[in-house]
């Protein structure tokens, strides 16, 4: 059991399991602190000893390797500052309603991992010529809640994602040990891509010569309304949608006339982002945002626009941002099943009132 007392910073949507987002206004950081980054977790946080565990990686390899915690320390390290966010982030804003944790907005986060890259894993091990994907499996395990049979959380990624350097078999998060929610002692961490895909708790690694179609393979799907009219495909969840969110002011707030500055944060994991407007009179003209360099190839990027609150009453804030594969925000993401890759434009309900 987790104790939520150390979660003071973070929005608790579920206890069991711990499913714990971010309050907006904490995205105004280049990077999150351990206690400040989201949690989702399928199943109870497993509690592992480094000296009773070992990684296995068998399958479609030319030596089968076992490595020790020491093992994947001593090895050549890559640190890299990567968001994540969760395939089912701003669920709660679908319409109609999708089935699933209930996210507002705040199941993304920023952090700077290290570990060793799975691709000098894989060349240690020396793929056969067979290989195509690999499936990483974790330690934690329960019941899927409709059928009632046992599973344990895996996953399986293609190797051409596992042959960037950047994806690791991750130990540390922001310069400490990986902590136990975020799947100590060892997780998987691949950037660009939803949360899903990075393992926590790995167990073992089997490289396969398909990908592998388990429980979650095929629930992080895009399984799109089937209304006969739709062409669109099912589709596995992968590459992060450009998004973008405002962290200040907060939904809800009420403003006194005057001068304020709109803040946020926005992401692709299909480039960089090249472009954020920020619109405050309801869809009706958009400004173009000061935006940010980027912090490498997967972290967010910061906007922020001056604003001069002269109508009084209630208005819509909204942000929308552009890639550099010239991707844009759409004004409400295509509903899907299980309501995931939610990337409609963000709008925050607002009101000014002479105080
Ligand atoms: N073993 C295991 N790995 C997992 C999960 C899980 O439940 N079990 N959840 C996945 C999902 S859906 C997300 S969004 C991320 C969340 O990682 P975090 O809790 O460190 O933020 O972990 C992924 N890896
Ligand atoms: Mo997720």
Known sequence: MSDLESFGDLNVLSEDPLCAG????????PICS?????????????????????????????????????????????????????????????????????WDNGAVSVSRWKGVSVKAILEQAGLKASATDVLFEGTDSGKDAH???????????????????????????????????????????????YGMASVKWLDKITVMDHPNCGFHEMDYRIYPATDGKSDAQVERVTSLK???????????????????????????????????????????????????????????????IDWEAKNLGHSLIRCRATDSAGNVQPMLATWNFRGYRCNSIHSVPITVRKA
């Not at 000893?49 to 994947?72: I, Q, R």
Request: glycine share 8%.
């Open 242 to 304: 450009v998004k973008s969110l405002i962290s200040t002011p907060a939904k809800g707030s009420v403003l006194a006339p005057g001068s304020y500055t709109i803040k946020g944060v926005a992401w692709s994991g299909d480039g960089t982002i090249t472009k954020v407007e920020v619109s405050t009179d309801d869809n009706r003209s958009w400004r173009e945002a000061k935006l940010e360099e980027p912090n490498g190839n997967y972290s967010w990027q910061h906007f922020e």
């Open 34 to 102: 351990n206690e400040g980054h989201f949690i989702r977790s399928h199943f109870a946080a497993p509690q592992i000893k480094p000296s009773d565990w070992s990684l296995p990686v068998t399958g479609d390899v030319n030596d089968s390797l076992n490595l020790s915690y020491d093992d994947l320390l001593m090895m050549p390290s890559r640190e890299i500052v990567s968001l994540m966010e969760c395939a089912g982030n701003s669920r709660s804003t679908m319409q109609p309603p999708a089935e699933g944790v209930q």
């Open 22 to 29: 971010l309050f907006l206004p904490n995205l105004d950081v």
């Open 147 to 193: 059928s009632g049979n046992q599973l344990t959380y895996a996953m399986s990624v293609p190797l051409e994602k596992l042959l960037n350097e950047d994806t690791l078999l991750a130990y540390e998060m922001n310069g400490e040990t990986l902590p136990k929610d975020h799947g100590f002692p060892i997780r998987l961490l691949v950037p660009g891509w």
